[in-house]
Nanobody
Framework: QVQLVESGGGSVQAGGSLNLSCAASGPSFYCMAWFRQPPGKEREKVAVIGNDGRTTYADSVEGRFTISKDSAKSTLYLQLNSLQLDDTAMYYC????????????????????WGQGTQVTVSS
């Protein structure tokens, strides 16, 4: 049974940091990603990492967020630094087993496995 379980969300002041984790069980993923959905807005892709370790970020978080994974622990991470008010969202991790292609090009529907989400709230 495949499971993705996020943790690490919370409330933080602008400029602060959080570290999100996503514990994965099941098959080996070819691509893993973090998505977020701000209140009242569409879901958006934040960062991806391939099984080769290649990472790509949305322009809005480049230089502030870092995606990484610990294969031995089957855990995906997202380090969030210099948080801004518009980073407030529900954050989801996602995994894709099927191989091939550049992970950043994949849409949300291409990821077959999702976690339940963890809330990040940034206040002034």
């Amino acid at each position: 049974q495949v499971q993705l379980v996020e943790s690490g969300g919370g409330s933080v002041q602008a400029g602060g940091s959080l570290n999100l984790s996503c514990a994965a069980s099941g098959p080996s993923f070819y691509c893993m990603a973090w998505f977020r959905q701000p209140p009242g807005k569409e879901r958006e892709k934040v960062a991806v990492i391939g099984n080769d370790g290649r990472t790509t970020y949305a322009d809005s978080v480049e230089g502030r967020f870092t995606i990484s994974k610990d294969s031995a622990k089957s855990t995906l991470y997202l380090q969030l630094n210099s948080l801004q008010l518009d980073d407030t969202a529900m954050y989801y991790c996602a995994g894709r087993v099927a191989r091939g292609g550049w992970c950043w090009r994949l849409a949300g529907g291409d990821f077959g496995y999702w976690g339940q989400g963890t809330q990040v709230t940034v206040s002034s």
